[in-house]
């Protein structure tokens, strides 16, 4: 009963969090993402990721009505397997941070469409868990960076 309850209050303190945000120059979200992944064979090794599900939460202010700026984080859990004369896995937690400057050129007032146009530079990280049957013994952390334009 007690894990219902801290999920129940967790669930409308967030959903006020985000009713309050919109409001103001404040502006929250909560995202669910999934990373499906295709398998590839080469080399006489067969290389396959698990389909995976995390989340990802943005926040963005407004610095003035055509300005504003965005920060988003995500994770999500996955494991890739390689498959050669020695097979073995990595699971991994894929940290996902961004920043952005958003810009909102006007639109109608009756409009159902707001546009912007987003520019920004973000990082992936991917970090191997310890644990789990048969890994790589050396796997480190590594990060790669990444510019998202939409």
């Known amino acids: 009963m007690r894990p219902t309850k801290i999920f129940l209050f967790t669930t409308i303190f967030l959903l006020s969090l985000t009713a309050a945000a919109q409001e103001d120059r404040h502006e929250v979200s909560i995202e669910g993402?999934?990373?499906?992944?295709k398998s590839a064979v080469g080399n006489g090794v067969s290389y396959?990721?698990?389909d995976s599900g995390g989340f990802l939460s943005t926040y963005?202010?407004?610095l003035n009505r055509w300005v504003s700026a965005e920060g988003a984080y995500g994770?999500?859990?996955a494991t890739e397997k390689y498959?050669?004369?020695n097979d073995f896995r990595i699971r991994s937690g894929v940290h996902e941070a961004t920043g952005a400057l958003v810009l909102n050129p006007p639109?109608?007032?009756t409009s159902r469409f707001?546009?912007?146009v987003l520019a920004g530079a973000g990082a992936l990280l991917f970090q191997p868990t310890s644990g789990t049957a048969q890994t790589v013994s050396d796997a480190g952390e590594t990060s790669i960076?990444?510019?998202r334009w939409h």
Request: hydrophobic share 35%.
């Open 114 to 116: 707001s546009p912007f």
């Open 75 to 77: 994770y999500s859990l």
């Open 48 to 50: 396959q990721s698990t």
């Open 83 to 85: 498959l050669s004369v």
């Open 107 to 109: 639109s109608r007032a």
């Open 145 to 147: 960076s990444l510019w």
């Open 33 to 37: 993402t999934g990373l499906f992944t």
């Open 60 to 62: 963005r202010y407004h």
